[in-house]
């Protein structure tokens, strides 16, 4: 006689399987190494040892700075956002891959937009990958909170999404700016950069058991 393994598995109200969230973390700890790996590898050694050999690269270390700045606060808050959580199911791991597919794709804008910082083109289109990882962890927030419920500690850490709201807004409006200027669609990275350095106070405070 053959047991149904799959039916006697546990499964959320909706239907979905409930998965253990350790492989989930492991899978975004390493696409984010990965992504880590090769902006560094996109980097040129200079071919010279003259201080104007480094000035000559400035612009790729500028968005290879940048852009590990933001891998690195996206891997923070996925961590903090995860904390609380014991199990995911078939939305929520979907919901991550669209985070994560978002996230695969800064290397490449990181090398096009060290190419000439100033350029709209490649800054526009750097603001739509980050414009995108946002609304893709926002989604994420809301398939962990469907599932974790509206009372829970999760619900309680991330608050109204006020901060994520404003990410969006600065990014839509970064990319219009840098079709004018792609140095001033820069600057508006940087500054949503900063808003994010530190974590939400509600999830750094917040002591999980």
Known sequence: MLLDYHAAEPRSDSGWRI????????FSDGVVAIAITIMVLTLKVPRGTGWGEIWAIAPLLFSYLLSFIYVGIYWVNHHHLMQPVKSVNGVILWANLHLLFWLSLIPFVTAWVGVDPSASPPVAI????LLMSSVAFLLLGKALLAKEGENSRLA??????RKNQISIFL?????LLSLWSGVAGLLVYVVVAILWFVPDPDIENLHWN
């Open 156 to 161: 309680l850490a991330i608050g109204k999404g």
């Open 171 to 175: 990014y839509a409006l970064a990319i």
């Open 126 to 129: 750097y603001g739509i990958v």
């Open 19 to 26: 998965v253990n969230k350790g492989r989930l973390e492991a």
